[in-house]
């Protein structure tokens, strides 16, 4: 039996657990903003009795009835587990429930927890509320026997998202035969490059499943949202992991003779990690820790929708920028050849005006060679005069912040790392290798990456961090563990998230950036333990602008940071302005600007110098602030035929913002631009970037009528930015 909570509950606003009898089936009610949830356990099953996106519990008479389907006829389950070759979807009873605090400030947390009747297995449900319309999943998976079990199969959250019943409503209310109920929006792409590419397609009948399987969440993402045309809702579901994943839609296909749906239109899901099974090897004894599902169910227009999600996200999964480091711009260079010119790039960059320096990749090893090849060797290269303490405290003369690169997971094959120690590498089929990386279930191997992680963020005294992880590695690595042959993934992110909890709770001073060749892990398992990340390594116009505006659709702004110049060619893209637009749109990070001996007068590097300056003092404080961000084209994806890209971020009180016009096809068009975040009630002084136009402007009239932009020429744009007056 699961014992009373200790400490004194602090329950946020807007949030309500219950534990209860709805007839006789144990229930639990999780109401968190206009969001409730509500699960019993029945015929030994926990299931999904019903959703609601307005924020009423239903009656008490009415639940005892829902959710009015069969469990034994769909998958209402509300959760997915396996193990040892047995679905344990049934067969369960409850040994109590309880509340808590949660571990994150401003949010509890229910805790229900069951029983296996056959195997050897309890199950605790934990489900984290903040006070948005979202909740937080997880499950403690114990193994109570005396043998060793294989986990193979698991979905934190499962069940059912919505039914629509023939007996309750009306035929006219349906959609029409040939349309579907339902249409799922994802990131399609799995590919380098590919971040941002969010695209819809109707559910069809039956079974669908995306996933990636290229061993890492990216390059697109577990994160779908899935509209009910029907009613009109919307889910947001996300997984937080890093690894494979999967997500599974069930939409009922059973039709009668006149092909309309004769149960109703029902929908299901699971969503969790991917793998060759077993997924992970339980002890006896031990307790496994799943990743965490994000779910909340809303009705409202898409702006309020991405709004909600970003504030979720604020509030119980991103962690708060460090004091001093909420936003700041960066330039940063990796180590292409021995000298001094480092130093003098930190030099160019202070006088440009960024605020941080980030020294890159190829500052360690015996030898000078390919950034890649001594990965490992963790010291510092001898071609650097005076080493990183050198560059360090040239920034801090400077007035800036001081970062540094790491790849802590890759074995050059050149280090000495990998000479010492060929058993620590990621091996597979008895033997053979699958990449040139640490194999993290290896207690030894896991113990060294956390320490080298540890050490060079403190002897290096780091103002800010940056993680990459450039490997492929598919189905990933094997161990032949207690007669199993497990899966490595998750003990590598056990290892991988534990190493950066303890750099947070230990240095909650450094800012932490996650890259993976560019978004390749930009999921929420990462992105709870690091401050931004990556938006994409090819981050030329106008994929760049197209990829912040889909990638805003899942993370805040403020949490995305954007390499400008990664692409050498990248300035033959657009004109000038058009190309440092983009860096107002995330955190930028300058890839150096150019020639050292170049004349710095010049109107390039004026013109540079002056959207630093205006980030500075006009955009990085809104980005500071948590803006709320207005699609005006939401779905246009990465490769979808549009003519505009334009993106809208506002303060939260709106008493300022800014928008990018983008103009993606040729021709002379006009772009009448509806300014989302202003006050009707206000005047505001409007400026024009191109012409440096300004004007005053009620905050009805740019509501209702807007600015004509007109703009002539394919890869062009315009900045246009209001403040309150």
């Known amino acids: 039996m699961v014992k009373k909570h200790g400490k004194k509950l602090k329950r946020p606003s807007n949030t309500e657990i219950s534990f209860h009898k709805s007839g006789n089936r144990e229930t639990a009610r999780y109401v968190s903003s206009t969001t409730v949830c509500e699960e019993a356990l029945q015929q030994t099953r926990w299931i999904g009795l019903y959703w609601s996106a307005s924020g009423q519990v239903q009656r008490e008479n009415v639940a005892t009835s829902l959710p009015g389907l069969n469990p034994s006829e769909f998958p209402l389950h509300a959760f997915d587990l396996e193990i040892d070759g047995q679905d344990l979807r049934n067969c369960w009873e409850s040994t109590g429930s309880k509340e808590r605090n949660g571990e994150r400030p401003g949010t509890r947390e229910a805790l229900v927890e069951l029983r296996h009747l056959i195997r050897p297995v309890t199950v605790r449900i934990i489900t984290r509320l903040d006070g948005t319309p979202f909740l937080a999943r997880h499950l403690e998976i114990i193994n109570t026997g005396k043998a060793p079990a294989a986990l193979s199969r698991v979905s934190p959250w499962s069940g059912l998202l919505w039914t629509w019943g023939t007996s309750t409503h009306h035929w006219g209310e ?197 950034w890649w090849d001594c990965a490992g060797d963790w010291r510092v290269g001898n071609w650097l005069p005076g080493g990183l303490a050198a560059c360090r405290e040239l920034c801090h003369k400077r007035g800036m912040l001081f970062g540094l690169w790491m790849e802590p997971e890759r074995m050059g094959p050149k280090s000495k790392l990998l000479k010492e120690h060929p058993e620590w590498l990621l091996r597979t089929d008895n033997g053979r290798e699958v990449a040139q990386m640490l194999d993290l279930a290896n207690p030894e191997a896991a113990a060294f990456l956390k320490n080298e992680v540890v050490r060079v963020i403190r002897e290096h005294k780091l103002d800010f961090f940056k993680i990459d992880y450039n490997i492929r590695i598919n189905e990933g690595g094997q161990h032949n563990r207690q007669g199993f042959i497990e899966n490595e993934a998750w003990r590598h992110y056990e290892t991988l998230y534990g ?27 990462m992105m709870s333990r690091f401050h931004y990340a990556c938006e994409s390594d090819l981050s030329m116009f106008p994929r760049s602008i197209r990829a912040i505006n889909g990638l805003t659709l899942f993370l805040p702004p403020e949490s995305l940071c954007y390499y400008h110049n990664h692409i050498s060619h990248a300035h033959q893209k657009t004109d000038l302005d058009t190309h440092l637009r983009v860096t107002l749109f995330a955190q930028p990070i300058f890839v150096g600007f150019g020639a050292q001996d170049a004349d710095r007068s010049t109107p390039y590097f004026e013109k540079t110098k002056r959207y630093i300056k205006l980030a500075k003092e006009f955009t990085a404080p809104i980005l500071a602030s948590k803006p709320v961000v207005y699609h005006h084209t939401p779905d246009i994806g990465l490769y979808a035929p549009a003519d505009w890209c334009v993106l809208e971020y506002a303060a939260q009180d709106r008493s300022r913002g800014y928008a990018g016009v983008f103009k993606l096809t040729n021709g002379r068009s006009e772009y009448r631009l509806c300014p989302r975040g202003v006050d009707v009630s206000a005047t505001y002084k409007v400026t ?5 136009l300004f004007m005053r402007l009620s905050g009805q009239d740019l509501l209702l009528h807007g600015i004509p932009v007109e703009l002539d020429a394919a890869f062009t744009s315009e900045l246009v930015m209001y403040e309150r007056e």
């Open 174 to 370: 349906m959609p029409q035969e040939t349309e579907s109920p339902f249409s799922l929006g994802f990131f399609d792409g799995l590919s380098w490059g590919s971040e941002g590419n969010f695209r819809w397609e109707d559910l069809p009948a039956g079974s669908r499943r995306i996933e990636g399987s290229n061993g890492q969440s990216g390059f697109g993402n577990p994160f779908v949202i899935v509209r009910n045309r029907v009613t009109g809702e919307t889910a947001i579901i996300s997984l937080a992991w890093s690894g494979n994943w999967y997500a599974e839609f069930w939409n009922d296909p059973y039709r009668d003779l006149s092909n309309r749906p004769s149960r109703g239109i029902n929908l299901t899901f699971r969503m969790g990690p991917e793998g060759a099974a077993p997924l992970r090897v339980i002890e006896p004894g031990e307790t496994v820790i799943t990743p965490e599902t994000h779910l909340g169910i809303l009705h409202c227009g898409e702006d309020e929708m991405v709004a909600s999600w970003h504030n979720h996200l604020r509030v119980s999964v991103i962690p708060p920028r460090p004091k001093g480091k909420e936003l700041y711009s960066i330039a940063g260079r990796v180590v292409e050849e021995p000298g001094k010119w480092i130093l003098k790039e930190i030099e160019i960059a202070a006088e440009m005006g960024t605020q941080a320096f980030m020294v890159d990749a190829g500052w360690y090893g015996d030898e000078f060679s390919g």
């Open 499 to 525: 190493t950066f909890d303890q750099v947070r709770r230990e240095m909650p001073e450094v800012a932490l950036e996650c890259c993976a060749s560019g978004g390749g892990r930009n999921d929420l398992g």
């Open 688 to 692: 024009l970037d191109n012409h440096n």
